[in-house]
């Protein structure tokens, strides 16, 4: 079941439907990274500089190469960082293009159930909004435990693997059921949601790629909440 779910939301990255969805996710995310870092480099610039810079007069001979060095590593700190918010942003996407890939999907993979239904546009940021939250906040604990031996990577896969797979699981949920009894459904099998979102950390651990995690975990949730919603008849499903 994940795997066909898996397997359908690769091939639904590159099929001319989505092609549309592609451009916009994948033009969104780097616009905001792009603007996450030079938001970063200025406040390094404005506040950390000065701070480093005081050293540097008592060794002269030193100073070009101390500030083109210290620039180079800035850099790579800069871009190590906004790797680490990749999750965040998805999580803030999710709300803006969910929509637009699960209809693609249904109009093409089961045109012959019912269509889902959109939810409001602000509905859909506030549930972002609020769910980019949890996602920092777990992302930093993450990044705390990063520091903890034995433990490491371990923490980022686990923490946004049942982050992510819970979020786009009730987005794609949503479509079909009020919120409550999408989150019901989702607790009620839980295990194969983790194991979806474990599969959406892969994807986000690969660079540059990782880029349209937004897309890969709409597509992927959108096939796996069908196959579970066929296998479970005690939560029927009817457009909300």
């Not at 996450?36 to 406040?43: G, H, S």
């Not at 989150?183 to 474990?198: C, Q």
């Amino acid at each position: 079941m994940i795997l066909d779910a898996t397997r359908l939301a690769l091939v639904n990255l590159l099929s001319p439907e989505s092609r549309s969805a592609f451009w916009k996710t994948l033009g969104l995310t780097l616009l905001i990274l792009i603007g996450l870092w030079f938001a970063f480099r200025e406040v390094f610039v404005i506040y950390l500089w000065p701070w480093f810079a005081a050293f540097l007069p008592a060794m002269p001979e030193w100073t070009g190469w101390l500030t083109l060095i210290a620039g180079i590593a800035a850099s790579i700190g800069l871009a190590l960082g906004l790797a680490l918010l990749i999750a965040p942003i998805t999580a803030l996407i999710a709300g803006l293009f969910l929509d637009d890939v699960a209809e693609v999907i249904e109009k093409r993979d089961y045109p012959s159930d019912p269509p889902g239904k959109s939810m409001p546009f602000g509905e859909a940021m506030l549930g972002s909004i609020r769910f980019l939250g949890v996602v920092i906040l777990g992302n930093i604990v993450a990044l705390i435990l990063l520091l903890v031996p034995g433990v490491n990577l371990v923490a980022f896969f686990l923490v946004n693997g049942y982050l992510l797979g819970r979020e786009f699981f009730e987005f794609a949920a949503m479509r079909f059921r009020p919120p409550a009894e999408a989150r019901d459904f989702r607790a009620k099998h839980s295990s194969t949601v983790f194991i979806a979102g474990l599969v959406i950390a892969c994807f986000l651990a690969i660079p540059i790629v990782n880029l349209l995690t937004p897309l890969f975990a709409a597509g992927l949730m959108v096939h796996l909440h069908k196959a579970i919603s066929k296998k479970d008849p005690s939560f029927a499903v009817a457009p909300r």
